[in-house]
């Protein structure tokens, strides 16, 4: 847990930085610069301050979050934006939702404020949306977070609520050596990801041994639910060759969640081998 | 000692009940759940696929002729059966009865229609792949409407000229004398097909493309029918806002602990997944045939029939481009594998809308759950078919609160303009 020390550190230093002097002067902002080499810093849309974000552990994830901001805005003097008004709202800009409980925070001094239970309450693209209001001015920075994750449990695995691929240590690997260890086989999906209950295209790509494309060749799909006795809903098919050893896997569609194996039978002049892939849904 | 066996009696009711309305973890629910239920959220469903096969899916005045067709009773024999005759507004678009009642009887539940423009598969058995196909086969269905293609060009050349020439351009001189009314491909009456076949090649032409046309405007409308917001999807997205108060307000502890047991244990979302709780695909889930009625092969009957269907995305009136339609091209052929297999159904409203299953077998949600918790995953209705049941051992109370949860599937249908 390399991020321990790392903020430690940065407690440290936050309350000697937020209220010492920064004596560098001169960017595009006049005397608005970030501390930290670690941290996410903004000057907000007017210009008016900037803003330096800290988050405990290093990266945002999903549950209750803490967070340092060191405020600061471009005047001669002292920078130290005290007595602010701030409001922190996370905002999932993808699906048109923030969170009701609000965060707490609490002003430190020398224009450094805490946030303690910030919620986010799903993985995936969020905003911090943070309004500041000082001085008779008032400001907005809006921090971007694109994939905020699951916090990982003890073992390093996102909790799972069955017998699947994940829990059962599965290789999910997206290249794979062929059984006899003939080709170096990769897929990819055309879609964003495997998706449910969705017809879609994969690309796999073969090589042999020397990373040469293997071309010409012909290769059949099967798909297996290994704990359903059922395989896919579809007979997908190769149908061509896009690049040379590229081949174009059309049909592909997978009609429950949990774990599914695909294997592909490839047939070439340099001899015959079979893949199998894991997948999770 | 009555007196005191009452007191007692209530005593331990009032213990019970408070036991299991405290269920202290109904509303917690852990990451992996969370995405689960992101799954099946309303707010999670993609706008209604453009259908590539039909080139006047999103055209307002083909669904404005597509409802006027909807209820229109003239198509039938009798002159009393509509599309709405089966799929009633007020009743979820289906109606509730075992197997659907048109002109007679026919051998399968009527399907209910919010969210099925999002299927590939149309009917029980998957028989048709494109919305419009599926309208058209009721029509022609002796049991259904029982009215033929050629009735029909009759009849709209009367009563929809104007709003047909519209959209599709000018009907051929449709008359009785070169048309023969009775005239349809009809495998249940030579009679009937003779009189289809000797009719010359350009006039069958004609009908079947304005046959398809009809398919096209009613499957312009159907489109428009779409679920909307339940308890579940008011639950869930207070769950994503952490708005513990609103979650405790829409689910009961009951029911939260049947959605748990529907994502979990119980097995149900292997099926019933995605924001309208179906695969779209087809399993032999072990129902037995309804009473007095052979067993039906479902699916494995359905393969051939959509491959052979006139109307389907591959075929001469479909407006798609063959690379448009890879459900159709790289369907599973192999029919042993689909023997009893039955699309699975959305449980959207699912509680509105008793009896069950493709032939109305049970009558009651309980006696469906009950079913599925004595299935054990071995049996099938049909010799060869395959067993596509999977889930952990449920008690009577699992049952409970699996049947509370169903009912939190319960929205408005949307309709626009029905009548």
């Known amino acids: 847990m390399k991020s321990l020390p790392i903020l430690f550190v940065c407690l440290l230093l936050l309350t000697a930085c937020a209220t010492g002097k920064t004596p560098e002067a001169g960017n595009g902002h006049g005397h608005l610069k970030p501390h930290y080499e670690h941290s996410l810093f903004q000057i907000t849309e007017q210009g008016l301050f900037s803003v330096e974000m800290l988050v405990k552990g290093d990266t945002m994830t999903v549950g209750l979050n803490d967070l340092d901001l060191i405020v600061h805005r471009d005047v001669e003097g002292n920078r130290d934006v005290e007595g602010a008004e701030i409001t922190v709202e996370p905002w999932m800009p993808t699906m048109g939702h923030g969170v009701k409980p609000k965060p707490v925070i609490v002003e430190r001094g020398a224009g450094l404020y805490s946030v303690k239970g910030l919620k986010l309450t799903m993985p995936g693209l969020w905003e911090l949306r943070i309004s500041i209001r000082a001085a008779g001015s008032e400001d907005r920075a809006v921090f971007t977070f694109a994939e905020v994750e699951a916090p990982r449990g003890p073992h390093g695995a996102t909790p799972s609520t069955g017998h699947d691929a994940v829990s059962r240590n599965l290789d999910l690997s997206t290249t794979r050596m062929s059984g006899a260890g003939r080709f170096r086989v990769a897929f990819e999906s055309l879609e964003t990801s495997v998706p449910l209950n969705v017809i879609h295209s994969w690309e796999l790509t073969v090589k042999d041994q020397n990373d040469v494309p293997v071309r010409g060749a012909r290769i059949t799909v099967d798909g297996a639910m290994p704990d359903h006795d059922h395989g896919l809903p579809t007979r997908p098919l190769v149908t061509r060759e896009i690049d040379p050893g590229v081949y174009l896997v059309e049909g592909m569609k997978f009609q429950m969640p949990g774990w599914w194996t695909v294997t592909f039978t490839i047939h070439s002049g340099a001899g015959d081998d079979t893949v199998t892939f894991n997948l999770q849904l | ?419």
């Open chain 2, 1 to 419: 000692m009555m007196r005191i066996l009452m007191i007692l009696t209530a005593m331990l009711l009032t213990w019970a009940g408070a036991g299991r309305a405290g269920h202290p973890d109904a509303h917690v629910w852990n990451m992996a759940e969370v995405a689960v239920l992101h799954s099946l959220w309303l707010g999670n469903l993609p706008p209604v696929p453009d259908d590539p096969s039909n080139a006047h899916d999103l055209d307002p005045r083909a669904a404005a002729l597509g409802r006027q067709l909807f209820f229109d009773t003239r198509l039938s024999a009798n002159g009393r059966v509509s599309c709405a005759t089966c799929h009633i507004p007020d009743k979820g678009f289906t109606d509730n009865l075992p197997v659907a009642h048109g002109i007679e009887d026919s051998t399968r539940r009527s399907m209910p229609l919010a969210g099925t423009a999002y299927s590939p598969w149309q009917f029980w058995d998957g028989r048709a792949d494109t919305l419009w196909a599926q309208a058209l086969g009721p029509i022609e269905n002796p049991v259904e409407h029982g009215i033929s293609r050629t009735r029909c060009a009759l009849i709209v050349k009367t009563a929809y000229r104007e709003e047909y020439e519209a959209l599709f351009g000018l009907l051929p001189d449709f008359n009785e004398a070169e048309y023969p009314p009775l005239a349809r491909p009809a495998p249940d009456d030579a009679a009937i097909h003779a009189l289809w076949q000797e009719m010359a090649p350009e006039k069958r032409r004609q009908v079947s493309r304005f046959y398809a046309n009809l398919g096209k405007a009613i499957a312009a409308f159907v489109r428009t029918i779409q679920p909307q917001e339940a308890p579940f999807d008011r639950y869930v997205k207070a769950l994503f806002e952490g708005d513990m108060e609103t979650m405790a307000h829409t689910l009961t502890p009951e029911q939260a602990m049947g959605l748990k047991l529907f994502i979990g244990r119980a097995g149900c979302i292997n099926c019933h997944n995605g924001p309208l709780f179906t695969n779209n695909d087809f399993h032999n889930v072990g129902v037995p045939p309804r009473a007095g009625f052979a067993p039906d092969p479902g699916r494995a009957a359905g393969i051939p029939l959509v491959r052979e269907n006139e109307f389907n995305c591959l075929g001469p009136f479909s407006d798609a481009a063959p690379e448009q339609c890879p459900e159709l091209r790289f369907m599973d052929p192999d029919t042993a594998a689909y023997q009893g297999a039955f699309k699975t159904p959305s449980l959207r409203n699912v509680a509105d809308r008793p009896p069950y299953m493709h032939a109305g077998q049970f009558r009651t949600l309980r006696e469906v759950l009950e079913f599925y918790r004595n299935t054990a995953g071995t049996q099938t209705a049909v010799p060869g078919g395959r067993p596509a049941i999977s889930h952990g051992p449920l008690s009577a109370v699992d049952v409970d609160f699996l049947e509370a949860f169903l009912h939190a599937l319960s929205g408005p249908i949307q309709a626009p303009g029905e009548e």
